[in-house]
């Protein structure tokens, strides 16, 4: 969804996934992880990987943040 609305505004989909920063169980959603799921790949950052959000936040300093 936030992909889509990304689009209608104009970035291309390449440009939405970079601006989307992934956080699970596992800490950061990055390139260096071992293992990625399919779906998650296209949202992995090239940046160290850490389990701290506040630091993530600090890092990458977002406009919102989405969770459950």
């Not at 950052?45 to 977002?62: A, F, H, R, W």
Request: proline letters at 6%; a negative charge.
């Amino acid at each position: 969804m936030c992909i889509r609305q990304m689009v209608e505004e104009g970035a291309s989909e390449q440009e939405a996934c970079d601006n989307i920063f992934m956080f699970d169980i596992d800490g950061l959603i990055t390139k260096s992880r071992s293992s990625l799921w399919p779906r998650h790949k296209r949202f992995a950052k090239d940046l160290p990987p850490s389990k701290d959000l506040l630091e993530v936040v600090q890092t990458v300093q977002p406009n919102a943040i989405i969770g459950k």
